[in-house]
């Protein structure tokens, strides 16, 4: 099975942006669908962002505008560029990936949004 790892995170403050990415351990990463969640502190996991193998996306409305997904095939990577970052936007972001061996997490990557 896939082992991703996440990276990227760090203490920005409001305003600033990040780029996450999401590294697959396999070449099938590629044909996975992947997805972006966070997890605020007391807080459900929240679905971010998904794209699709073909190229097609989706985002939760409240990131929608502000966040977007691209990848990198070569190099077995997904990334999350998080523009005019808020507080709210405080929380471990983790990726997924779905694909034919099932269900894969990476360990998340801290962000935190700070003055």
């Known amino acids: 099975q896939v082992q991703l790892v996440e990276s990227g995170g760090g203490l920005v403050q409001p305003g600033e942006s990040l780029k996450l990415a999401c590294v697959g351990s396999e070449d099938s990463f590629n044909g996975d669908i992947i997805s972006w969640h966070r997890q605020a502190p007391e807080k459900a996991r929240e679905w971010l962002a998904t794209l699709w193998p073909g190229g097609a996306e989706m985002y939760a409305p409240s990131v929608k505008g502000r966040f977007t997904l691209s990848r990198d095939d070569a190099k077995n990577t997904v990334y999350l560029r998080l523009d005019s970052l808020k507080h709210d936007d405080t929380a471990v972001y983790s990726c997924?990936?779905?694909?034919?061996?099932?269900?894969?997490w990476g360990q998340g990557t801290q962000v935190t949004v700070s003055e």
């Open positions: 997924q990936s779905t694909g034919e061996d099932g269900t894969a």
